[in-house]
């Protein structure tokens, strides 16, 4: 199947309007909001943040805190004991890097670049650094959440098999730049309201046609009529 993304995009920005960036955060504060957020909801992360910056409110006061006091400051945010000296090692290799606590620099820094940069991080992974690139520094990246990914394997975007972590750069290979962040934030929204996990509801969905997960489940109801 051709796999039109700007109609695709078009047609669920009828659903939900369209997308404009802003800056979210300065990049620091989101790349360490990134690690809190993994495997808890937004609201926990969001409250581990702000605990975290009000226990400790320099960047130096959380590398040089013992390791399990970070953990008690994040214990909202679950796994707080991995997520503890993940941040701090997080913060340790930036400033080794750049003699500060600071990510701002990333703005002048080619999309290439601050992606390896990142990615060089302990622990840092695509998604990590495709947030950060995207929501702190309006790059044209592809954060995959969940949402993202269920919805790009049901149209075909991208094979199922390939998992979140590879499906950042076939998605990106697939977008035009210019859709990227509409692109993203149309099947964010796209996957909560109407294409869910596990129950797709297609009858709502304007992209049946173009969806090979729906095609295929015709297909498979016209055989079972059939025989
Ligand atoms: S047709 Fe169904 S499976 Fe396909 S994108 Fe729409 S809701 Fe999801």
Known sequence: MNHPIPEIVARLETLYGVAEWKPRTEPLEELIHC???QHTSDA???????????????????????TEQVADAIRSGGLANQKAPRIQAV??????????????????T?????????????????KCTAIV???????????VDTHVFRVSWRLGLI????GE????????????????????????QHGRAVCKAPNPRCA????????????????GKAVEASV
């Open 35 to 37: 690690i809190l957020s």
């Open 44 to 66: 926990n992360s969001f409250r581990a943040y702000r605990l975290l910056r009000e226990r400790f409110p320099t960047w130096e006061a959380v590398v040089s805190a013992p």
């Open 91 to 108: 913060l340790k290799a930036i400033y080794e890097a750049r003699r500060a606590y600071d990510l701002n620099w990333l703005g002048e």
């Open 110 to 126: 080619p999309t290439e670049e601050a992606r390896r940069f990142l990615l060089s991080l302990p622990g840092i992974g695509p």
């Open 133 to 143: 690139l995207c929501f702190s520094l309006g790059r044209p990246v592809i954060p």
């Open 159 to 162: 094979p199922r098999s390939l």
């Open 165 to 188: 972590a590879k499906a950042h750069d076939a998605l990106e290979a697939l977008v035009p730049e210019p859709l990227v962040y509409r692109f993203h934030v149309a099947l964010i």
């Open 204 to 219: 709502q969905c304007p992209l049946t046609d173009l969806c090979n997960y729906y095609q295929q489940g015709q297909a």
